[in-house]
C-alpha cells in the first residue's frame, strides 16, 4: 500500500491511498524477480504523482512564484521544486538558443 500525494483540494492534502499488487517472476532468466504496478502518473518508487510535480514547475515557469513560494505552496520540499522547475523548464525551451541580436543584426559566438 502506498499513499502518493497529489496536488491540494480546496487548500488541503489529499488522502489517495493505492494497494499496489506484488507480481513474481518465477524465470530463472529474470532478472527482477518480484516488482510492483506502476502507472504514468505515479512511477514506480515515487512519492508524489506527475501532477503535483507539473503544477509545482508551472507555478515558477509560468506563474511568476519563486521556487520557495512554489514548494510551500504545493507542501514540497525545494530540491523537488528546483528539479520540477528545472523539468518542467527543459519541456518547453528549445534546446539550443537562437542567435543574439545587437543593433539589428546576429552576433555568432565568435563575437563577430
Same mark, same amino acid.
Given at each position: 500500500m502506498t499513499r502518493p500525494r497529489d496536488l491540494l483540494v480546496g487548500g488541503r492534502r489529499?488522502?489517495?491511498?493505492?494497494?499496489?499488487?506484488?507480481w513474481r517472476c518465477d524465470?530463472?532468466?529474470?532478472?527482477?524477480r518480484s516488482f510492483t504496478e506502476a502507472i504514468?502518473?505515479?512511477p514506480a518508487r515515487h512519492r508524489l504523482t506527475t501532477r503535483l510535480l507539473? @503544477? %509545482?514547475? !508551472?507555478?515558477?515557469?509560468?506563474g511568476g512564484r519563486t521556487i520557495k513560494q512554489s514548494a510551500r505552496?504545493?507542501?514540497v520540499s525545494w530540491p523537488v @521544486? %528546483?528539479? !520540477?522547475?528545472?523539468?518542467?523548464a527543459k519541456a518547453v525551451l528549445p534546446s539550443e538558443p537562437g542567435p543574439a541580436w545587437a543593433l539589428?543584426?546576429?552576433i555568432n559566438s565568435a563575437g563577430a
Amino acid at each position: 500500500m502506498t499513499r502518493p500525494r497529489d496536488l491540494l483540494v480546496g487548500g488541503r492534502r489529499s488522502q489517495l491511498v493505492w494497494t499496489k499488487r506484488r507480481w513474481r517472476c518465477d524465470q530463472s532468466e529474470c532478472r527482477r524477480r518480484s516488482f510492483t504496478e506502476a502507472i504514468r502518473q505515479v512511477p514506480a518508487r515515487h512519492r508524489l504523482t506527475t501532477r503535483l510535480l507539473a @503544477a %509545482a514547475g !508551472a507555478a515558477v515557469a509560468d506563474g511568476g512564484r519563486t521556487i520557495k513560494q512554489s514548494a510551500r505552496d504545493h507542501d514540497v520540499s525545494w530540491p523537488v @521544486a %528546483a528539479s !520540477a522547475f528545472t523539468t518542467h523548464a527543459k519541456a518547453v525551451l528549445p534546446s539550443e538558443p537562437g542567435p543574439a541580436w545587437a543593433l539589428g543584426r546576429a552576433i555568432n559566438s565568435a563575437g563577430a
